[in-house]
């Protein structure tokens, strides 16, 4: 039987990933957007970025925030938190990161330390005036 392109069992034979997996992850996403008006976040970081087709994975996740009406909401979409090592992608990536779609000049969204500030990472982190030093101050 022939699979028909772009449905969940199509993804499976390309990825591996099984398309109950593939379901499951598009079904909660799209639920939790529309319970909260687009306030569902796809935050990630430099992994993803490192492997050869990682612009498809970011087009995926782009896409499944535009589907799902997350983009330009507060409290939804896409969140990079630390730089883009890999420039690959950047071309699908920068009208979301900045804005372009919607406002001119772009906007600089700030980042790392909002997700440092916010997440409470620094009542969590141990990290003592010593050991930034460096050994020849």
């Not at 993804?11 to 909660?28: C, F, K, N, S």
């Not at 612009?55 to 996740?61: I, P, T």
């Not at 630390?82 to 980042?111: C, H, I, Y």
Request: glycine residues 10%; aromatic residues 14%.
């Amino acid at each position: 039987a022939e699979i028909k392109p772009y449905t969940p069992a199509w993804g499976e034979q390309i990825t591996g990933v099984p398309r109950q997996y593939i379901e499951t992850i598009a079904r909660e996403f799209a639920d939790t957007a529309h319970k909260t008006h687009g306030r569902s976040m796809i935050i990630l970081g430099a992994g993803v970025n490192h492997w050869y087709h990682m612009d498809m994975n970011y087009r995926g996740m782009i896409n499944m925030l535009i589907f799902c009406g997350c983009v330009g909401q507060s409290g939804g979409g896409w969140a990079h938190y630390v730089g883009q090592e890999k420039l690959r992608p950047q071309t699908g990536w920068l009208p979301l990161a900045f804005a372009l779609d919607w406002n001119r000049p772009p906007r600089q969204m700030n980042s790392t330390s909002f997700f440092y500030n916010h997440s409470s990472q620094w009542r969590y982190e141990k990290v003592s005036a010593q050991e930034l030093l460096s050994p020849l101050a």
